[in-house]
């Protein structure tokens, strides 16, 4: 079977680093996915993992182990518009894009 | 302006009403879906067109229909609905179906239905 676990929620300081891990089982993946979506907004691309191994961009970072089924998104020096869901989502054999439930960060002063 | 538009952003109907949703997309893509997202649960793919034709139904019940007439429109018709029903709806657009495979896929702000 497929499932994919994300935290529900995270709270974390504003200047910090906050780490969100994301788990999944499949039989066939084609690369992980995060999106970051603010409240009542539209959830937007951050970034696209399929080999192993640390993608940088900027204070986001995504790394991905394939022989895991884990990944996490890595998020420096918050600000507090850094405050949103992040969701985390793969590719399955069937290019079929299986969702978490996404994890809502708190970022406090 | 942004690159997909949904409207209205928010809706509520009684279980008898018949409504609709509409999806504009301003970015030239041949791809577009929408997305059921119901609080603390995972994005559910409803419905998928390529070019104006439907290539993906994920068992949605038929008081959803879906609607493309052109590439850069979508519609949600939404008849004899139920209370759990009620959900945001996200539309979102790729450039074709093989962006899907990358992941990009860029959102609207969604239409936040309530049934009663």
């Known amino acids: 079977g497929q499932n994919i676990d994300q935290p529900t929620e995270m709270t974390a300081t504003e200047g910090a680093i906050v780490q969100i891990n994301c788990t999944y089982q499949t039989s066939g993946f084609n690369g992980l996915f995060w999106y970051q979506q603010h409240a009542g907004e539209a959830p937007t691309f951050l970034s696209y993992?399929?080999l192993d191994g640390l993608e940088e961009k900027g204070r986001f970072s995504s790394f991905l182990s394939r022989s895991k089924g884990y990944s996490y998104l890595l998020l420096k020096e918050l600000q507090m518009k850094d405050s949103a869901s992040y969701l985390c989502?793969?590719?399955?054999?069937?290019?079929?894009?299986?969702w978490g439930a996404g994890t809502k960060l708190i970022i406090k002063p | 302006e942004t690159g997909v538009t949904q409207t209205p952003r928010h809706l509520v109907m009684g279980m008898t009403n018949k409504k609709s949703l509409k999806c504009e997309q301003h970015?030239?893509?041949?791809?577009m879906y929408w997305y059921k997202q119901s609080a603390k649960k995972p994005l559910e793919l409803m419905f998928v067109?390529?070019?104006?034709?439907?290539?993906e139904n994920n068992s949605v019940p038929s008081r959803f229909s879906p609607e493309c007439p052109n590439s850069s429109h979508l519609f949600l018709h939404l008849h004899t609905l139920q209370p759990e029903d009620s959900a945001l709806y996200l539309c979102?657009?790729?450039?074709?179906?093989?962006?899907?495979?990358?992941?990009?896929?860029?959102f609207g702000e969604g239409s936040r239905l309530t049934v009663l």
């Open positions: 979102a657009s790729s450039p074709t179906l093989a962006e899907l495979n990358t992941g990009e896929l860029f």
């Open positions: 067109y390529s070019l104006e034709e439907r290539v």
């Open positions: 970015l030239g893509h041949n791809a």
């Open positions: 989502a793969f590719l399955d054999s069937n290019y079929q894009l299986i």
């Open positions: 993992n399929v």
